[in-house]
């Protein structure tokens, strides 16, 4: 449920085997984490280099809240939660389904395993579960709305276990697809895909949206500007955005422990949206069909695993 703006506040790349000590004056506090002020704590030192904590360091300068082994086992368990989720939705997808009865599955399906539906009530949202249907690119208020031989329908599950969050989605096939339905689908795909190829340690965030812009134009479609992906796990929304569109370099670099959302929105025809009179539901300005898939992504030393990890 990606309930946020974009707001690319530090555009600089920043490889985390190369940091240094930048230049700070005297009265500023320490780098290091001390509490000191610099001129009483690490200007003391030979060269005056502070001993920096790379975790520490990105909690300071980018709010991003590392996780520890065991924050990342209550993540994983929240995960295979959210998947059994998805996958007993998608036994049940079929025309004539309404998208009220998709969030009492969801609801019921939750509480029934221990978690708790993260959407509900989440800023005023009132319901368990996204559900957007062919136009709506994101946010879907289940209701009335019944499926329709031939619709796509994103899910979009987010489950709180044990005090831990874990968020992916999928769009699905109502009945047969027409080819529209079949490219669109397969496109935001692999735009997922190709975005979590990228993660691992030293790359970086605008790689990860130059992985996903680079793929969707070339396909003839466009990718939403306006919400993006984030970090996860102790809390619903957290820092980093991931926005889905970028340079490669560009941002902040990834290190081992951080936990994030990828959640590509794709348009099969322009990038534009509005939002509907309910302040929740997204959709196409053209009225062109969009899709996404969503995982949940540890970076981990060597590249990434997914925390969610359906299958397909």
């Known amino acids: 449920m990606p309930r946020q703006r974009v707001n690319l506040i530090d555009a600089r790349a920043v490889d985390p085997m190369k940091l240094k000590a ?14 000191l002020k610099y001129k009483k704590c690490c200007m003391l030192k030979p060269g005056g ?10 909690a300071r300068k980018y709010r991003i809240r590392v996780k520890s082994a065991a924050d990342v086992e209550g993540i994983r368990r929240a995960g295979r939660l959210v998947v059994n989720t998805l996958r007993m939705v998608e036994a049940g997808i079929r025309p004539g389904l309404s998208t ?35 136009e709506v690119i994101c946010h879907g208020i289940p209701g ?40 669109i689908t397969a496109v935001a795909r692999e735009c997922l895909s190709r975005a979590m190829a990228v993660v691992k340690p030293d790359h970086t965030i605008g790689d990860i949206g130059w992985a996903i812009q680079e793929y969707a134009e070339s396909q003839g479609c466009s990718v939403v500007r306006e919400f993006v992906g984030h970090g996860v796990g102790l ?21 081992p422990g951080m936990v994030f959302t990828i959640e590509p929105m794709i348009n099969f025809g322009r990038k534009e949206l509005r939002i509907l009179d309910d302040d929740w539901t997204a959709v196409t300005r053209d009225g062109s069909l969009s899709a996404q898939f969503e ?18």
Not at 23 to 29: A, I, S
């Open 22 to 35: 930048p230049k700070y004056g005297r009265n500023d506090p320490c780098p290091c984490g001390s509490g």
């Open 49 to 58: 280099e502070p001993d920096l904590d790379i975790e520490a360091l990105y």
């Open 100 to 134: 009220e009865e998709i969030n009492t599955w969801v609801h019921e399906f939750t509480l029934r395993h221990g978690g708790v539906p993260a959407p509900l009530n989440y800023r005023g949202f009132p319901k368990s579960v996204c559900v957007s249907v062919n």
């Open 144 to 183: 009335e709305r019944v499926l329709n031989d031939g619709d796509i329908v994103n899910v979009d599950v987010t489950t709180i276990l044990d005090g831990y969050y874990a968020d992916a989605n999928k769009t699905y096939f109502v009945g047969t697809p027409g080819p529209d339905a079949r490219k």
């Open 235 to 255: 809390d619903f929304h957290e820092a980093p955005q991931i926005p889905h569109f970028g340079r490669p370099g560009t941002g902040i670099a990834m290190i």
């Open 295 to 312: 995982q949940t992504v540890l970076v981990t030393p060597d590249g990434c695993e997914s925390l969610t990890p359906w299958e397909g």
